[in-house]
């Protein structure tokens, strides 16, 4: 009884039923995919401004200085092995996320 | 002492409890969201598990978690950095869900399961590593992990002793041999990460012709050790797999509408031969290196099971020991294992000998749900009854759908969640596609043995396939009575059953050997094609009532199809990959 529908519905009587909820059900059908896109929209561009300069920032003086952040493969090896030395750790150490 | 073990947002999420030591469930998400290798947190699983265990989220007393998240956010900015600004789509695609949950997984675990302690992270291919051997027979074996990618490694090499567990090699991604199958997976025109098994299945139809061009694209060290050349592939920044040059090399890319022609039946039969070298390459260096005669795999490249069937003969390795759910969802299982043996140094108290982890519905609940749908059915008074008239019905040629106990664990359905039928009717195949699985023409269908039989139909290599990880040839002399089961290759990717491990299962087989003198059958996941496992009794029935199967065996029930409604959904029109 004291939610907003219940307040609006006992306010404007039938009119409620007959118009409005009909109206708000339109208003809502159309709204809805206007609103996903304009989030779509707002989500691309903030990505792509995080992209741009946040990555970019990074990228641009490695590329420039010739820095690699993965081996593509392009040199013939040995080996293609990297040593490591994963054991037990103490119980602390597990709980890193690195 | 309970550890739940949890392993999400890439493919396959699953969960994995210990009690003490011992896994006493375990169970992929994708059962019960229905949704095939579902990637969300898996809260349905999860929930499953603490209700065997018989506990509240909060009385946990450690999560584990199958990957280091900062590590893999890690390894995605460096493909960022590296591939700037070309990467934009993939990190557009990528970065919503890193924020909203991949980074997130301690507050996400607290807020729905109720714990209240820190999350161990355990490295990737460490809990896959963990899941294949300390649930295995050995006191010390050489492991090896091979998958698409993990936090940086894709290739993992080293040592289970005891209780530890020492990981001396990897490769590192982009290097992955995984990666490579995935691309050809999707050059291929199959789903990436869900038709890895179709490449496998079409190989034997092909000739290796093309070797040769795959030695362009891969180095292969004198170690064993590999590297991709990366020009040929752009999955390290785009959403797509093989690259212009790949494209150059291997010709058109094939359409999922498209025919299937002899030339990429050949590509997939010179990839194969391709991860075959590999495979055998890296455990030849592993053995060089250990000494040891055992040998442990995980990691979605070991359910490549033909060149799993090879390794004793290509390796000097001497037994085998895969976990069954090798593909991600088994780290769920690692990363729990790893804690309690490893971590907190508990004895080693739990030998995996089935993948029976999943949930079973009581005889009670079983009814009551065929009576609350007014499903007609019958009941048998025994067991020997149900498996005398199941065998007889699979003899006449009947397609049957088979729910039985516990579910299996893993991508196979193991004689739980299985549909069965005659393998010596040659048009078995064709009826099972045409009833039920609306499959591609080129995949085989399985078969299932009795233990005591196996060596007799197949040239096993070893005492027993519980787990349907390798692939042996049929006998020649006996490829003719069983055809269905034989591919074109005269093998077949068997499970043999105990009666041990599953006693209702191997009655049925030897019920039907009885009839008809072969101790062989079909055994068919219980699901269409594009959907998961069936996990509950709706879900068979469903599934029975939509598709062409003749009847249900559930539990002591049987169900026929044609006195019930039919059509309950169009299972052909919701066939996918």
Known sequence: ?98 | MYILGISCYYHDSAAAILKDGIIIAAAEEERFTRKKHDTSFPLNAINYCLKEAGIMGKQLDHIAFYEKPILKFERLMAQHFQAWPKSFPSFHKAMPSWMVEKLRVPKTIAKKTGYKGDVLFIEHHLAHAASAFLPSPFEKAAILTVDGVGEWSTTTLGVGDGNDIHLTKEIKFPHSLGLLYSTVTAFLGFTVNNSEYKVMGLAPYGKPKHVDKFRKLIRIAKDGSYALDMSYFVYHYKMTMPGPKFIELFGKPRKPSDPMTHHYEDIASSLQVITEEIIFGLLNYLHQETKLDNLCMAGGVALNTVANGKILDKTPFKKIWIQPAASDAGTSLGAAIYTYNTILGKKRVYKQTHAYLGPEYSTTEIEDYLKANSIIYSTFKTDKEMMDTTAKLIAEDNVIGWFQGRMEWGPRALGSRSILSNASNPDMKEILNLKVKHREKFRPFAPVVTVEDANDWFEMKRDEVPYMLFIFPVRKEKRKIIPSVTHVDGSGRMQTISKEQNPRYYGVIKAFEKITKVPVLINTSFNIRGEPIVCTPHDAYRCMMGTGIDYLVMDRFLIKRDDNPKDMWDSEALATD
């Open chain 1, 1 to 98: 009884m004291g939610s907003k529908g219940g307040f609006l519905q006992r306010f404007f009587g039938p009119i409620y039923r007959e118009v409005l909820t009909p109206f708000g059900q339109t208003i809502l059908f159309v709204m809805e995919p206007i609103g996903r896109t304009i989030g779509n929209i707002v989500n691309w561009i903030l990505l792509l401004a995080t992209y741009v300069i946040g990555i970019g920032i990074v990228a641009l003086p490695s590329k420039l200085l010739g820095k690699q952040y993965l081996d593509l493969g392009d040199k013939e090896k040995e080996t293609y092995y990297t040593a490591i030395d994963i054991r037990t750790k103490k119980l602390d150490e597990y709980k890193n996320q690195f």
